[in-house]
């Protein structure tokens, strides 16, 4: 590992003023996908700024009826938590469908979010990548992409999210709050929040540099039947292959999205509006424009099969 510095901030301004002081800084929470990263020398951060003392634990209701949910709660209070579980169930189903107990009491509400996205060769750095070392080029073109995105991908990435709980925020229309180191704060609705690579793939997310996640905030409940359903190689802990999350209504109308199939959730609105027609309308909207591998070009039929599942689940 690379030799690096660390302090523990005090508060969240302070945090900010860390990361923006000293170049090639990163935040630290509880550190479940930066700490492998480090080790793989993938991430090799000059200086560590650590955020769990800071007071953003919390949940609370907010002011319209929705939830507010400090960045640094952890997956199992959230999963547990009883309006989480009574009134937007699909969240609380996606976070237990994610991980270990252990990795879920360490890992936050914003780092969880944070996840790299994966593929086998940004872990391998004997092998060009673009998203390590922009202008590289992409190994997976043309080499093992069963497990890669198959839409919304470019030329110079295939790499596909690997998150549950971000494909529930997806579903649920939640917004991330963050904070920048002149202590402004804005509001970024989560279907902007993970970009699409296009030409610069090493760019994740729509946070500026040093800008720090406080709270995720959920609207109103929706009602309706919560499912999140996850297809993976063994039962066991593992990423997602295929995953589904949706929030269903009696009268067969409701919302979508899949995850692992694409560099962040895959929620199109406007093949919600397909839903009463079946699973196949759904899917064949959703992927409309899908550039899959010849290896996994089955990952468009298994969601329709998921999506499938999911409906009969709902008329149950």
Not at 226 to 248: C, G
Request: glycine fraction near 8%; include cysteine.
């Amino acid at each position: 590992m690379i030799p690096f510095t660390y302090e523990r901030a005090k508060s969240p301004a302070e945090a900010v003023k860390a990361i923006a002081s000293t170049p090639g800084a990163k935040f630290i929470a509880g550190g479940t996908n930066l700490l492998d990263l480090m080790k793989f020398q993938i991430e090799t951060p000059t200086h560590l700024v650590d955020i769990r003392g800071l007071p953003l634990t919390t949940i609370e209701d907010s002011a319209d009826g929705g939830l507010r949910i400090g960045a640094l709660v952890t997956n199992t209070d959230l999963a547990s938590h009883p309006r989480v579980k009574r009134e937007y169930a699909v969240l609380s189903r996606a976070i237990v469908a994610g991980a270990t107990g252990q990795l879920r009491n360490k890992a936050s509400t914003g780092g969880n979010l944070l996840q790299r996205n994966r593929c086998p060769y940004f872990y391998n750095t004997d092998m060009p990548c673009n998203k390590r070392v922009p202008g590289s080029g992409c190994s997976a073109m043309g080499g093992v992409s069963r497990s890669l995105a198959v839409i919304g991908t470019s030329e110079g990435c295939i790499a596909q999210n690997p998150g549950d709980m971000a494909v529930a925020l997806t579903v649920l229309d939640a917004t991330v709050e963050t904070m920048d180191a002149a202590g402004r704060t804005r509001s970024i609705p989560i279907a902007d929040f993970h970009r699409l690579p296009g030409n610069t793939p090493e760019v994740e997310f729509a946070l500026e540099p040093g800008e720090l996640i406080t709270a995720v905030t959920l609207p109103p409940p929706l009602g309706g039947s919560h499912h999140y359903h996850k297809v993976r190689d063994r039962a066991s802990y593992a990423f997602a292959i295929v995953s589904v999350a949706a929030v269903l209504q009696k009268d067969g109308t409701g919302r979508v999205a899949f995850g692992s199939v694409a560099p962040r959730p895959w929620r199109v609105k406007a093949a919600e509006a397909a839903l009463p027609k079946g699973p196949a309308a759904v899917v064949s909207a959703a992927f409309e424009g899908a550039t899959p591998t010849k290896d996994n070009a089955f990952k468009i039929p298994l969601a329709e099969r998921t999506l499938a599942l999911v409906v009969a689940e709902r008329r149950v």
